[in-house]
């Protein structure tokens, strides 16, 4: 196996740890297959399990609170065993990376400054405190379904101004992470006026993509705002048959009018209790084939050796 994408290695009294990975670059959904390398000095060391986890900085509910590294998610690829004294033991893997890991790269470019790595740690000894940790970048691509999306607003004018990490999940929305990401945009000239600003959130799964949109409408004078939450849903399969500029003006003037009709019966001193499920029921039954086939790869962990249906 040709290995690229090597952490340093890190030193415990007695034993070095490395981690490489055949390629930092992925996308969700996939396996991210790698091998964790332990090295013994002149004694045995007895490693108790040996954790893989993908760590990134995320905000808190609590806006007052600053972000904070986060483990959002980790599995176990090996242990109990004993390296013996001078020797050296391989564990490969092929870790699942789940279909809501937050997008970092678009256009082979970071998403403003959005880091994701993969965290090795290692427990040794009887002490539940001993053991080392190294870590490597992951670059995660999107999925051709949030390609389309992110392309298409790019084309009709909106222009990202920010992106983060959120802690907490969205109600009415099934999750398997507890974080989720927002991509904050200025809107486009032509849909500019309703709206002042735009939130996006994919939440994906292996047969579609949940895309959120957050909308805002401030009164600069009065300091006042508005926001709504509409919701749709789109296949992976048949992705790049769509007419995507069609589809997400589409869902734009629907969540703009949605959003217009709710501002003309709020109370602009109210706080914003809507949430993200209201603009459609619960998601329905997932007719046979709609998934994303072909995406797998990779044997598994620890090797040792259509368009959118909503409102």
Known sequence: MRLTGVSPESGWPGLGVRTTVVSPSTRPGLRFPGRVTLSAGDRDVAVRHIGLGLVAQAEPDDPGRGPRLVE???TS???PFVVPAGRRRAVDF????PWETPVTIFGGVPVMGLRTALRTEVAVGADPGAGRSTSVPVFVHPLPVQQHVLATLDTLGFVMRQAALQLGR???????????QRLGYWVGPLYAGPITELE???????????VILWVDRRLALAGATHQSISRFRVWHVGADQQDWPAVVDGWLRSTINRHAA????????AQVTESAHVSRPPDRPVPPGMGL???GGG??????????DGT
């Open 299 to 308: 044997t598994g962990i620890g090797g040792g050796g259509g368009g959118g």
């Open 94 to 97: 092929a870790l699942p990376l």
């Open 262 to 269: 709710m501002a003309a019966h709020a109370d602009w001193s």
């Open 77 to 79: 690829i090996a242990g």
């Open 170 to 180: 969205l109600p009415g929305v099934e999750q398997t992470l507890g974080v989720h």
């Open 200 to 210: 996006v959130t994919f939440v994906a799964d292996p047969v579609g993509l949940e």
């Open 72 to 74: 959002f998610h980790q």
């Open 293 to 295: 086939g072909g995406t």
